[in-house]
């Protein structure tokens, strides 16, 4: 299997799309769109197209047909190969814990519903001593510049660093929550709608 640390975000966001079902590069790019999954990597034909051929040479996708509309040119359609599910899901357990890619965190936490819930928790709760340890180490640094009088303008930024940990835990505990106790819906087989919806969204494509 491909060394999963070399996928990139777009890879990974394409990968998990055809979870869904085989589509072509056109249709991935206008879901992924209509998602605005572009608040989380950019959303590029070419960059597109380029990843969809470097998945394809490297085992993890495969074509199973082409179709022409009319005058429009013709579309390739891929369908998603076992390696490709475990590469998502190797990528998604190796960011997910991860406190020092803020970009890579997001898109793992989009695609952790690829992951059973109890593995999402456990990624989280490594997470979470991150989360502590980086958050007691803007505190005690606060605490020594109060103790030698460093002038608060000095110290804004390391103030709204920890406050901004203190959310982050605080959100991230709520998540879990949700996760532990089943009132959070988890995974395709926990939202029966999920793949209505992708097939009325697919049909808008067409």
Known sequence: MPDTTRLTPLAVMLLA??????????????????????????????????????????????EV??????NRPERTTYTLLDAGRKAVEAWVRAELPQIDRPGDFRVALSEAHNLDRDDVVALLDRRRELLIASRDEHRAGLSRARDRAVPRQYMIE????????????AWQDSLRHGLVDGTLLWGVDGHPHHLEAFRVSKETLA
């Open 17 to 62: 799309t055809l979870r869904e079902g085989d589509m072509h590069p056109y249709e991935l790019l206008r879901l992924l769109r209509d998602r605005r999954d572009d608040r989380l990597v950019p959303l590029q034909k070419g960059t597109t197209y380029h990843t969809i051929g470097r998945l394809e040479r490297e085992g993890l996708i495969a």
């Open 158 to 169: 390391v103030e709204r660093q920890a406050a901004l940990l203190d959310a982050e835990l």
């Open 65 to 70: 047909g082409v179709d022409r509309e009319g």
